[in-house]
């Protein structure tokens, strides 16, 4: 069992930046990949980021690619989503997930992830 909780979400304004912070326990941190994943309201859940169980490896949704960036403390059991020049179309509820089944890499794909954090929403205001 994982359990991952999201914090740092909120409101900001376009342009503006965020930092998410994912805690994760329960088992050992630095033996899986982590995923950020978005929803907005009717629409589907979509990839965000990913980076590798050893942080060498790290993935981005075209959307967000030279604006956000994802990076891990395996000594603190927590991943980060670092977002920089929000857009309005940014806003959703961040979901953060856990791959515990691959050795190499990140998967994009959200059925590839076993476990998932509550959400923590992001407003982007124009």
């Known amino acids: 069992q994982v359990q991952l909780v999201e914090s740092g979400g909120g409101l900001v304004q376009a342009g503006g930046s965020l930092r998410l912070s994912c805690a994760a326990s329960?088992?050992?941190?630095?033996?899986?990949?982590m995923g950020w994943f978005r929803q907005a309201p009717g629409q589907e859940r979509e990839f965000v980021a990913a980076i590798s169980w050893t942080g060498a490896y790290t993935y981005f949704a075209n959307s967000v690619k030279g604006r956000f960036t994802i990076s891990r403390d395996n000594t603190k059991n927590t991943v980060y989503l670092q977002m920089n020049s929000l857009k309005p179309e940014d806003t959703a509820v961040y979901y953060c997930a856990a791959d515990l089944a691959r050795t190499v890499g990140a998967s994009r794909r959200p059925e590839d992830y076993d476990y998932w954090g509550q959400g923590t929403q992001i407003t982007v205001s124009s």
């Open positions: 329960g088992r050992t941190f630095s033996s899986y990949a």
